[in-house]
Each structure stands twice: as structure tokens, then as C-alpha cells.
């Protein structure tokens, strides 16, 4: 259980905006609950989801430099929340799965050429001797654009994906379970997105990062959503 309370070189739970940011959310509440809670929502709506993110260097990913962005997509937020459950002294490790995202923007579909999200990252607390999962990924502003509740997370159940949205049409399917993880894999997330998305896609993504900077991509909460 020790190394799911210890800083790796990507989740810096002991740098000291990630301590500074844990102590601010929940540094005065005693139940581990109670914290829990009040970290995943601190990262689900403090930290704005993006896809449009870099994603091949460790840096990209390093919880500090993901609180300090205040963006990022499902993995960059998984390690700010890994980082900070740490931080707040619950054990907490991170999940990865493929994930079929049947509501998103017709602009992203084209980016990526697919509607498969690989290596969909999430946060496992350990809570009442048990592990519980936690996906802060999107936040309520984001969610209510594309018709969807926010996740909600109670502590004591996973909080995953919702199957469907507010109209009852297919919202997030659950397609393969790639594993848990005490820091992010950033070679296999790379290799994962070449082998699905392809490599010269891939590559092109990284000269688009190398050229023009992470903030000159795209504003994804202007994008068109895609409805069933």
C-alpha cells in the first residue's frame, strides 16, 4: 500500500502546490470520505477538460503541471487527483481502460478518426478497506452542453462514465480493461494511441504540439457536438 502514498517522478503528490492545493480542498476535514469527495470535485470542475492537450512527454502528465494548466483531458486530471489524494494521505492508484464515446464533437471524431478513447485514465481511492473508482474527466459545465448529469462521486461506490445521457441514448461504453497503474504509463498510452489511431496520425499530432504550442490547437467547448 506504501508506494499508492508516495510521489513518483509524473504523480508529485509532495511538490508543494500539489500539498498546498490538497491542504486548501480538504486539509480540515478528517473523514477520508469526506475527502475523497472534496478532491474529486475540486479536479472534476476546477480543472477544464481538453483533449486538445500534449501527450507523449511525462511532463505533460505531472500533476503540478496539470494544476498549474488548469486543463487537460482524462489522464493529465486522473494524476492531478491521484496526486492530490496522496497529498491528503488516501491510498489512491490510477486505472486505464478503452472507452467508446458515442457523444462527442464532430471536430474531435476527425482529429482522432475514431470513436475510441485509448487509455481512458481514472482514480481508484482506497476507502473502507476497499478500492473505489473515480472518473473526474468532465466537468458539469461540459457535461450539461452535451446533455449529460455530472458525475457524481459518493466515496463509496465507483463513480464511471454514465452509459447514457439525459435522452437516453448511448453516452460511454466501456470496451477493454488496460490495467492499474501507480504512475502514468506515458510509453504505453503513446504506443496504445499508434496502434489504434495510427502512427502517422500520431506523429502529426506531435509536430502540431512541437509547432504551434499546446494553446494554439483548437477550444474544444466551441466544437459542434454530435448527437445520436
Request: net charge negative.
Amino acid at each position: 500500500m506504501r508506494k499508492y502514498l508516495t510521489a513518483t517522478p509524473v504523480i508529485d503528490c509532495d511538490h508543494p502546490s500539489i500539498q498546498s492545493f490538497a491542504h486548501e480542498i480538504a486539509g480540515s476535514v478528517t473523514d477520508p470520505i469526506d475527502r475523497a469527495v472534496r478532491l474529486f470535485l475540486a479536479v472534476r470542475d476546477g480543472i477544464r477538460y481538453d483533449p486538445y492537450t500534449p501527450f507523449y512527454l511525462p511532463e505533460h502528465y505531472r500533476a503540478s503541471n496539470v494544476l498549474k494548466r488548469g486543463r487537460g483531458f482524462c489522464v493529465p486530471k486522473a494524476s492531478l487527483l491521484c496526486a492530490a489524494g496522496r497529498a491528503s494521505g488516501i491510498p489512491t492508484r490510477l486505472g486505464f481502460a478503452t472507452v467508446r464515446n458515442h457523444l462527442v464533437t464532430k471536430q474531435l471524431l476527425e482529429f482522432i478518426g475514431s470513436d475510441l478513447f485509448v487509455y481512458h485514465g481514472f482514480v481508484e481511492f482506497y476507502l473502507e478497506e476497499k478500492w473505489v473508482k473515480a472518473t473526474p474527466a468532465f466537468n458539469a459545465e461540459l457535461c450539461r452542453r452535451h446533455g449529460v448529469s455530472p458525475l457524481e462521486f459518493d466515496g463509496r461506490h465507483d463513480a464511471l462514465f454514465q452509459a447514457y445521457n439525459n435522452d437516453n441514448h448511448r453516452f460511454m461504453e466501456y470496451v477493454e480493461d488496460l490495467g492499474i497503474y501507480d504512475d502514468i504509463p506515458v510509453d504505453a498510452i503513446v504506443s496504445g494511441f499508434e496502434r489504434v489511431y495510427g502512427r502517422d496520425r500520431v506523429t502529426k499530432w506531435v509536430r502540431m504540439f512541437e509547432e504551434e504550442g499546446e494553446d494554439g490547437l483548437r477550444d474544444f467547448a466551441k466544437e459542434e457536438v454530435v448527437t445520436p
